[in-house]
């Protein structure tokens, strides 16, 4: 299997948040952004398409062949979502059962994206770990692998099984002494769910040198916050738009700091415009308020 290192760091795509003035956070970069629940061909190549740093997918066992697979929708989970995703997932059921669209092999997803994107499968059945073991040796993945489940005993075999993958320890809690657990399982972070992170638990185990991951994380808003935490990695339903949002930040810190700089360089004043004599007749003030003014307008219209 091909070199696993902790993370990728892509130049401009790792985030921090670094203090700034008045309180708020001052954009830097960006954490490892994760396409949640690519389980189909369609969503893959559109997360492909879209510089998705990391495709998450769902491992299960196909129970006629025994082979490792894409998971799909089943009728027991369509009752316990909202409106929105029940549909989505109501149509992604029936799409799995068409004989010609049945869900996809996972060697043959792993095919598709070495060389092309990181990836974490998360394993959602007890017993995975040994088929899953053969087949990261056999393909020989060109990127990263991480692997994430809520079954910690096979967290603990994979890593003994394929010590170049990197195991992230699944909580739908706030674990206790997380980083104390994360070392007995011999894991390289943590994946919590996001209601439960918090700046201790950054700080926590980033101080033992572990990774932690956010899910499912799917404002914008929310995904920032994270970030000025320090999270390293944001599992989302939506990665399109969590990242177009971070870009927007960035541009927007960049020209902020961009005015800043230009501010001091004058000694703390804006260059005034002539403006017909006036502002020489009432001076500074009088062109500040104006400017106020026609902020105001404009804003308005």
Not at 2 to 25: D, H, Q
Request: proline share 2%; glycine share 6%.
């Amino acid at each position: 299997m091909g070199r696993v290192s902790l993370l990728t760091l892509v130049s401009g795509l790792i985030l921090r948040y670094e203090g700034g003035t008045k309180g708020m956070a001052s954009f830097r970069r960006i954490p490892l952004i994760v396409g949640h629940r690519a389980n189909t061909i369609a969503r893959i190549k559109k997360f492909l398409s879209h510089g998705v740093h990391v495709i998450e997918i769902d491992v299960i066992r196909d129970l006629e062949t025994g082979e490792l697979i894409l998971h799909h929708a089943r009728e027991d989970e369509l009752f316990k979502l909202s409106i929105e995703r029940r549909a989505s997932r109501l149509i992604e059921f029936m799409v799995s059962h068409i004989p010609f669209m049945k869900p996809k092999k996972l060697s043959d997803i792993l095919k598709m994206l070495s060389g092309r994107a990181d990836v974490m499968l998360d394993i959602k059945w007890r017993g995975l770990v040994r088929d899953l073991a053969e087949l990261l040796h056999e393909i020989d993945f060109k990127g990263n692998v991480y692997v994430t489940s809520k079954y910690h005993r096979d967290l603990l075999e994979v890593k003994r099984l394929v010590p170049k993958v990197k195991t992230l320890v699944s909580f739908d809690d706030q674990p206790i002494m997380c980083a104390e657990y994360v070392a007995k399982l011999k894991a390289d972070g943590a994946s919590v769910r996001v209601a439960f992170i918090d700046k201790e638990l950054v700080n926590e185990m980033h101080r033992h040198g572990y990774i932690l991951a956010a899910w499912t994380v799917n404002d914008i808003t929310i995904a920032k916050y994270l970030a000025s935490l320090g999270v390293d990695m944001i599992i989302t339903d939506i990665p399109i738009e969590i990242i177009r949002g971070f870009k927007k930040a960035e541009e927007e810190e960049i020209k902020e700091e961009e005015e800043r700089v230009r501010i001091e360089e004058t000694g703390g004043r804006e260059s005034i415009p002539v403006l017909g004599g006036i502002d020489h007749m009432f001076g500074f003030e009088f062109y500040q308020s104006f400017k106020r003014k026609q902020e105001e307008e404009g804003r308005k219209t």
